[in-house]
């Protein structure tokens, strides 16, 4: 970075007195007045090049007079942050938590938490710069990846939810939802609908007309309604989801003292009911984040209702507009918008977006905003008085050096509000011992110290402790590695959500508790009495982990992708009711007075007419590692970047598109994860799906036992469907003579590329005139960047558009060099498997004689995500009453296992506890 264009030839380093505080000192004197982004950017500077053993860092300016002072002196005075919403007492009761995760797991959360707040600041993003009259991001690009993106990555994916999962309530100070698409439904437009007496218009609320110039507001562009609370009214919103996919869910209302501190919003999705409830008197004209969900496109998905069932007479229900997806920037500067998704943009954008007055973005009026302040400047106007809270920022270092450092306020404009020393100091604890644990036994620790970054100065927010974490460096070939690692940026979040529970925890005088870890060693298989027999084992507990888990939520679902709210269990299996020939999709949460975890990946099955299953899906796709990093080319000004879109790498549910081509050929499947696959009995199966993705060397695509139980399971006249586009990689090019005589013996191939350098195939033989292209564009999940081709004496199955092999049969094994998952057309998808399975199964294994496969005689949760009718008309909207919804009526028909000798019968052996080993240092 080149500092001396922000002031020419004044740089002198002088350090002072460390292994203590660390100066800067400026050679030539400065301005009586600089603008906070000089300021910003010399004392990022300063922390990047002071040594590691550094307590503090300053920077000292002489003025104009010739006297030394601290630089920031010479920043202007910004006026007091505004009261947002002015209460005479604290708010009553508690805001409830939101949970999700990268995939959604609805329902609300209770833990540790709860009743707290969190403001998150996910550092620097999109602005404008009106010396080069454009956007640009405010970090350069250095090894495939920005500091804009890395952090706010990881922070919206991981922290947010670890945070959400233990109860609290968290604010962004930039857009959290990676998602570019977005539509509205609002009182002022389209999808919104009134039912019942009492409705009135209320005061000023959202409307959708932008572009937004400076000073507007888009909370003052349009109305709101109101409606007695307790009337039994209804508003609904149906907004036209633009396509499949997952979406944030928002929700807007106008603020008052009359309003109802209950204020009863219901989700209707594919997947059943959701009921959330906020306080109305405070955190209005905003957009309030409810729920991330995955939404079918068109209006027969999503259906919000705000009912009015309200606890508290005489109160009033304010009802805005409802928002999904969080879009492309549509605040302009220079008379042009960024052009890029919301969430890359900076907080001086979003905060104006989300209705804040130009004193909060632009607090020293030059015309355009101030990014840094901007962030904690919203935190403090958005918070209201009485609420709980704490402000983190996570950023990543620059300047040569390498490890973490964490920051609390010292500087000119006062002392750091209470409690800020101790956050920071559980921060930089919490960090370091998870990264000596769990990546490198040497990383280095830089310390807690001080600094007068804006975002943690008094003078901007004096409502809540705050800290400002620089996790590594983003300059250091060393540091990114790990940066660009989602498991890094995993841990470094389960890191500071730990720091933020301890931190709470010391202050109250209470014992810490922590949400547990997600479950692993999953299985869904046939049972006795046409049930279906799922298992699971705890995750790993202790530091730097969570605590152990009291119970678990098994949430299910009809087409994989949207789930019911859970039924709670108290072991570790449960047997569950189905339906023959219809196809059932689980994942499990552990749950603690912590809080609850992250979901564990999908397991599915299909019931079959006559209790047993013929076919076993193995979830065999674990890889979430850099190589997977979606790669996107965003023109001169930065370059090729890396992002991490975990729901563009693995959404951990391979078995969904596996299991559903195979029910829609009307046969029936169990499954389990690769790593449970090795305690199963093999015995009912006579085919074996084993479905790894993008898996490679890292995870391995067959491990040496699982290859020695699979060789046995062939040569003892099984059968075997493999796919993934690193199978060959991993086995035969980089594999042991044990891999390779697998690859050869039992898979019947040897690799003649790693990179078929296309997406483009063609079934050939018993799958001629099939198109089986695997490429994002024509609907694959992720991207496949390194398909293998092959060499194989075997029959040829399909050919890449270079005429390569792509697949081959022979001796009761099919291969293929790409993720069978990944084809895009479903159809295609279904007739494929429709062709191979009556040749790898045995003679008289047929389809089952379904009237339909799936067709129960009533209307399933997957018929209900792909017909716009789904949801009744607005005409016919009546309130449903608490008893109602999806999501109850499936968990009452579940019931636990009544003897442990039906988990035995199905799992020979039992599920090995999972082993919390991980490499240390870990290779890169």
Known sequence: MNFHAVFPAVLLAIPRAWPEPFELVLEDPVPWT???????????????????????????????????????????????????????????????????DPVDVPGASTGFLSGRATYLSQCHGWLWDDDDQRFELQRPTLYDTVEDYHNPEGMNQYLARYLENAGAAVF??????????????????????????????????????????????????????????????????IPEVPADGNYAIYVSWDADSQNAEDAHYRIIHPGGTIDRYFDQTVHGSTWQYVETLWLPRGTGGLTIQLQADSTQPDRYLSADAVRIGGGLGDVQRGGEDSGRPRWEECAVLYTQWNGAPTSIYDPYDDGNG??????????????P??????????????????????????????????????????????????????????????????????????????EMPAALVELAFHDSSWDVEFLKEPDFRRDAARAMYRAIVQYFAERDG??????????????????????LLLSWEPGPHGAPYGDQPDSYLVFTSSNGHSWDTGRSVTGTSLLLDSEPCEELFVRVSAVNDGGVSFPSEVMGARRSLDGSARILVVSA???????????EDIGSTVGDVVHMYLWRMNSFDITVPHGQAIGGAGYSFDSVS??????????????????????????????????????????????????????????????????????????????????????????????????????????APYPVEYPDSMLSGRTMLAEYSGGEAAAVMGNRVALFGFPLDCIGDEGSREELVSRLLPILLPEGVEPDECAEPGDTGGTSLHDSASSDSAIPAPSTLVPIDDAGGCGCDTAARYHVAPALSVLLAALSGGLLSWLSSRRNPRPL
């Open 172 to 237: 962004t100070t930039r857009e959290r939802d990676l998602s570019d698409l977005m539509s509205i439904a609002d009182n002022d437009g389209d999808g919104y609908f009134e039912t019942g007496n009492g409705f009135e218009d209320g005061l000023a609320g959202f409307a959708d007309r932008g572009p937004w110039t400076y000073g507007e507001d888009p909370f003052d562009a349009g109305t709101t309604r109101r409606f007695p609370a307790s009337g039994g009214g209804l508003a609904t919103w």
């Open 621 to 631: 796709f674990d890889r979430l590692e850099t190589s997977t990093l979606v790669w």
């Open 370 to 383: 101030s990014d840094p302040s901007s962030r904690s400047r919203w935190a403090a106007w958005e918070h």
């Open 674 to 779: 690769d790593d449970a696959f090795v305690n199963l009995d093999l015995s009912p199966y006579d085919l074996i799906v084993w479905a790894t993705g993008e898996e490679s060397t890292h995870d391995e695509t067959f491990s040496a036992r699982q290859q020695e139980l699979v060789r046995t399971f062939v040569e003892n006249g099984g059968s075997l469907l493999a796919s993934g586009a690193e199978i060959l990689w991993d086995l035969d090019y980089n594999g042991t003579e044990r891999d390779r005589l697998f690859a050869e013996e039992i898979l019947g191939a040897t690799m003649l590329d790693d990179d078929a350098v296309t997406t483009a195939v063609d079934g050939v033989g018993v799958l001629a005139d099939l198109v089986l292209d695997f490429g994002e564009e024509q609907g």
């Open 34 to 100: 600089i603008s906070e982004r000089q300021h910003e950017e010399l004392l990022e500077y300063a922390a990047g090049i002071s040594p590691p053993s550094a307590t503090s860092v300053n920077i000292l300016a002489a003025g104009p007079d010739g006297v030394f002072r601290s630089l920031d002196t010479y920043l202007p005075q910004a006026p007091p942050v505004p009261r947002k919403e002015p209460r005479e007492s604290p708010p009553a009761g508690e805001h409830t938590a939101i949970r999700t």
């Open 510 to 531: 209470l014992e810490p508790l922590f949400s547990p870890e997600p479950p692993e060693y999953l299985a869904l298989v046939h049972g006795s009495d046409g049930q």
């Open 385 to 462: 008085e009485g609420e709980d809270a704490l402000y983190v920022s996570w950023h990543s270092n620059a300047g040569g050096g390498t490890g973490t450092s964490t920051y609390y306020y010292e500087g000119s404009w006062g002392d750091p509000v209470e409690g800020s020393a101790e956050l920071a100091t559980w921060l930089q604890d919490e960090l370091v011992d998870s990264i000596r644990t769990l990546w490198d036994a040497q990383w280095t620790d830089r310390g807690v110290r001080r600094d007068a970054f804006s975002e943690i100065n008094p003078s901007h927010n004096s």
